[in-house]
Nanobody
Framework: QVQLVESGGGLVQAGGSLRLSCVAS????????WGWFRQAPGAPGKEREFLASISRTAGATYYVPAVKGRFRIVRDNSKNAVALQMSDLKPEDTAVYLC???????????????????WGQGTQVTVSS
């Protein structure tokens, strides 16, 4: 069973930066497509908001408009890991951030619609005003 573990969350002031990391363990492949999602506070039953992804093929990336230019997704195949570098954070970025992985690629579906097989438990990011 593949397990994903996020780290790097915390409390930061508006305008600050954080770097989230996600590492896969268990029977892993070094060629995952990775995605980052977030879930707003007090909304455990609500749909997770897709933020960004990086494809297993050629490393193509995709960002939703809300984070494009502020967030950057990078991966380290040698470590079965992915990171989300976040800058210019805003109070509305406060959420639990989750990583996800799949062996599908951007050829299988548009990035926001791609289905993921493995999920982390999430790490809390709180941005104060």
């Amino acid at each position: 069973q593949v397990q994903l573990v996020e780290s790097g969350g915390g409390l930061v002031q508006a305008g600050g930066s954080l770097r989230l990391s996600c590492v896969a363990s268990g029977p892993t492949s070094s060629t995952y497509t990775w995605g980052w999602f977030r879930q707003a506070p007090g909304a455990p039953g609500k749909e997770r908001e897709f933020l960004a992804s990086i494809s297993r093929t050629a490393g193509a990336t995709y960002y939703v408009p809300a984070v494009k230019g502020r967030f950057r997704i990078v991966r380290d195949n040698s470590k079965n890991a992915v990171a989300l570098q976040m800058s210019d954070l805003k109070p509305e970025d406060t959420a639990v951030y989750l990583c996800a992985a799949t062996l599908r690629s951007f050829f299988d579906a548009d990035p926001p619609k791609l289905l993921y097989d493995y999920w982390g438990q999430g790490t809390q990011v709180t941005v104060s005003s």
